[in-house]
């Protein structure tokens, strides 16, 4: 039936939100790792390259035939970009200018310096939000639901037209904006100066995305195109990663991911 579920796209829905779910981590898993057993000039090395591949991976995606096949692009080569040119950037300058890591009590590292510094990139973002809200014509919920509070009547006069579609290139996008809107979330929230990580809004953040992620999952339930359920599926795991960074941060476990030499056999 139009518009609802289907056994196709059910079985679209939960395959593409695995696919996208036990994707995600690996760019983290992967720095960890890096930072572990690579020298830290080779580590340099070896993020600059990953980022240059990411980027060159998305680019080739513009080019590539099929929906489908753009969106894997666009995917992979995000989170290798994510990973190498901006994480391992926050890295780099953290321990170059020997910035310290947030302790506990216990003396234990509750969050590291290149997450302390990552905040000081709100302003960009604010760009990036102001581009997509004002100039841009999406397929987003969000931001079509912004469009649609901030200029009611005047939304078609004010966002006239989508910018040249290229697939890859929205799903580059979408992961990058998305990844980096949930961790300056979640490091504002964990910061004791604006909310503090057992304040009562950490709760909500952290309640609300696991509460958004689940109608987002109805809806993602509903797609047949593989494509487009890859595209949705990223804004409906990081969404729902939110609510998990934040049983992290409480320590209520320990993932693989975040501890990965702890699991060495």
């Not at 056994?7 to 395959?15: D, E, F, W």
């Not at 929230?189 to 057992?198: M, R």
């Amino acid at each position: 039936m139009k518009g609802g579920y289907s056994r196709k796209s059910v079985l679209t829905g939960i395959t593409s939100f695995l696919i996208v779910l036990f994707t995600m981590p690996l760019g983290h898993a992967l720095m960890i790792f890096m930072e572990h057993v690579l020298s830290s000039t080779a580590l340099h090395y070896a993020a600059f390259t990953m980022g240059a591949v990411g980027l060159v991976m998305v680019i080739i995606g513009v080019f590539a035939k099929g929906d489908t096949r753009q969106t894997l692009w666009g995917l992979f080569g995000g989170l290798l970009f994510w990973t190498g040119w901006v994480e391992f950037i926050y890295v780099y300058y953290a321990h170059r200018y020997e910035v310290q890591p947030l302790l506990n009590a216990a003396g234990e590292v509750v969050t590291k310096p290149e997450y302390l510094i990552m905040p000081s990139s709100f302003g960009f973002w604010v760009m990036f939000m102001l581009i997509y809200i004002f100039s841009i014509k999406s397929g987003c919920d969000f931001f079509t639901y912004l469009q649609k509070v901030f200029f009611r009547k005047s939304t078609t006069t004010i966002v006239v037209r989508p910018m040249t579609r290229h697939t890859s290139i929205v799903t580059f996008m979408e992961l990058n904006l998305i990844m980096w809107t949930s961790y300056l979330v979640l490091l504002f929230c964990y910061d004791e100066n604006f909310v503090g990580e057992h304040s009562p809004v950490t709760a909500i953040v952290a309640f609300g995305c696991l509460a958004g992620s689940f109608f987002m999952f109805k809806r993602l339930l509903k797609i047949t195109q593989w494509g487009y359920a890859m595209r949705f599926s990223i804004a409906t795991v990081v969404v729902f990663w939110t609510f998990v960074e934040v049983l992290g941060r409480w320590n209520i476990f320990h993932e693989i991911w975040v501890e990965p030499m702890a699991y060495t056999t």
